[in-house]
């Protein structure tokens, strides 16, 4: 062996115990999502077996027959999408107009304002629940998809973040535009906002993941079946004394396959917006 390979065969087999570490943590990591799909295929007795059965005896694809009989579910998942969608727009028009505000307007109070907006990450969500609740009600938007989408439009977080993607551009960007005529509106739509479209995908990414699991806030707001989205009608599989596993995990199989399918049809931008970010997955 030529002197050559032996140095590519070293440089290889010194990261080898760091292959074999990655490859280790994703197992872990697919571990659960490969268990959810085998517990869609089992009974309800090979589920809670001890010691627990891994392998179905038999494939049993009726289960996901059973959620279609057990749940609206498609009309469950068309009020997820819709209430998603909704407030992912409503955090990429909001988050990025006020991150702008703050990051490059000059007004009085700015930092002040921006710091009673930081402050509210400081407060857990279910302080101001019956606040919101008494909001919506007033409104008459309880059990409408709008009283789920409403108090979601806007979000601190997504405006630090923009905040920040904005502040990191060069202001002589800026300063070319109001030279070449450009007013504040078209200086930040034309100029700054698509050179924020890495840090838009972290809000929409981010947006997205959080809307599509949100279980406290339509649980509250929506109590019949046909508004409820996916994720509190799969909540509703759960019974007080006994739960069909077999058919929650086929309805969450189900349930999780867009965000599947968004995270690999979008992949490379997903990973290019979370670093540009800083947010690690």
Excluded at 239 to 254: E, K, L, N, P, R
Aim: net charge positive.
């Amino acid at each position: 062996m030529s002197d050559r390979k032996r140095s590519v065969l070293r440089g290889q087999l010194r990261y080898l115990p760091v292959h074999i570490l990655l490859i280790l943590g994703g197992m872990v990591m697919l571990f659960p999502f490969v268990w959810q799909v085998l517990m869609s295929l089992s009974t309800n007795a090979e589920i809670q077996s001890v010691p627990p059965q891994f392998i179905p005896g038999t494939f049993r694809w009726e289960n996901y027959v059973e959620v279609f009989q057990k749940l609206p579910f498609l009309q469950q998942f068309g009020t997820s999408l819709l209430i998603t969608v909704a407030r992912t727009l409503g955090q990429l028009v909001f988050c990025a107009l006020a991150g702008y505000a703050f990051a490059r307007m000059q007004f009085r109070g700015r930092n002040l304002l921006f710091g009673m907006l930081l402050a509210i990450l400081m407060i857990p969500g279910q302080a101001y629940l019956i606040p919101q609740y008494q909001i919506v009600k007033s409104f008459g938007l309880l059990e409408t998809a709008a009283g789920v989408v409403l108090p979601g439009l806007f979000s601190a977080f997504g405006t630090f973040l923009m905040r920040q993607a904005f502040m990191s551009m060069p202001k002589e960007l800026e300063e070319a535009a109001r030279l070449d005529g450009c007013n504040p509106w078209q200086t930040f739509w034309r100029v700054m906002l698509p050179l924020a479209k890495p840090s838009l995908f972290a809000v929409a990414i981010v947006t997205v993941l959080w809307s599509w699991n949100d279980l406290l806030w339509p649980l509250i707001v929506t109590t019949r079946e046909e508004n409820m989205p996916i994720s509190v009608g799969i909540a509703t599989l759960a019974g007080q004394y006994s739960s069909d596993y077999a058919v929650m995990m086929a309805a969450s199989v189900m349930a999780m396959a867009p965000i599947f399918v968004l995270f690999f049809s979008m992949q490379k931008r997903v990973i290019e917006g979370l670093a540009s970010s800083g947010l690690k997955g």
